[in-house]
């Protein structure tokens, strides 16, 4: 069975400008959560998405939204770019959403914005 | 404000020792508790998990043990080996109408010297 993937796996980005990535569960997994992974801050949730749904939500601003589509992948946009944008945002799938469903981790995504 | 801390960055044990790695939280209302065991340029493995009613769960050489009362739970690895190094990541679950969010602490780098 296919893990989690996520593409790109790198990208450089300017300030102000936006940034999509990509995310594609595990085969039968309809939960997609996202996180993002700096060095002071270590894993920060953003998002989770089940069944195309908003279920959970971050401290995170606005410029940071995501999406669910028909398949269950997922998507990230991050707008008008910070230089403290620049992380590991990491994506997780479960079969479901709720406490104790096993999430499995894709590699990443490494933004750097300068 | 830190729901989950892991108070250190770093710990180095000898090869066939136990690794005790330690985690305290702060939200009585987490219910679910996990492990993950992440290596540079991989997303997060999940390792083991325990639920907010047990005490103690045990899979091969992880042991998982949680004290409620003092808000602490600890991984211990017995014995260690040379490809337990990595970083590891205490987790904890809040379910919020249904849906999962994971707390992470920052993470402990474990170094097994042969």
């Known amino acids: 069975k296919a893990g989690v993937t996520q593409t790109p796996r790198y990208l450089i980005k300017t300030r102000g400008q936006q940034v999509t990535l990509s995310c594609s569960p595990i085969?039968?997994?309809?939960?997609v959560s996202w996180y993002q992974q700096t060095p002071g801050q270590g894993l920060q949730f953003l998002f989770e998405?089940?069944?195309?749904?908003?279920?959970n939500k971050g401290n995170f601003p606005g410029r940071f939204s995501g999406r669910q589509f028909s398949n269950s992948r997922s998507e990230m946009n991050v707008s008008t770019l910070e230089l403290g944008d620049s992380a590991l945002y990491l994506c997780a799938s479960s079969l479901a959403s709720g406490a104790g469903n096993e999430q499995f981790f894709g590699p990443g995504t490494r933004l750097t914005v300068l | 404000d830190q729901q989950v801390k892991q108070n250190s960055p770093s710990l180095s044990v000898q090869e066939g020792r136990i690794s005790i790695l330690n985690c305290d939280y702060t939200n009585s209302m987490f219910d679910y508790f996990l492990w993950y065991k992440k290596y540079p340029a991989e997303g997060p493995t999940f390792l083991i998990s325990i639920s907010s009613i047990k005490d103690k769960n045990e899979d091969g050489r992880f042991t998982v043990f949680l004290n409620k009362s003092a808000k602490h739970l600890s991984l211990h690895i017995v014995p260690s080996q040379p490809g337990d190094s990595a970083v590891y990541f205490c987790?904890?679950?809040?379910?919020?109408?249904?849906?999962?969010?994971?707390?992470f602490g920052q993470g402990t780098r474990l170094t097994i010297n042969p």
């Open positions: 085969s039968g997994h309809r939960s």
């Open positions: 998405y089940f069944s195309e749904t908003q279920r």
């Open positions: 987790a904890a679950s809040l379910g919020i109408q249904g849906a999962q969010k994971l707390v």
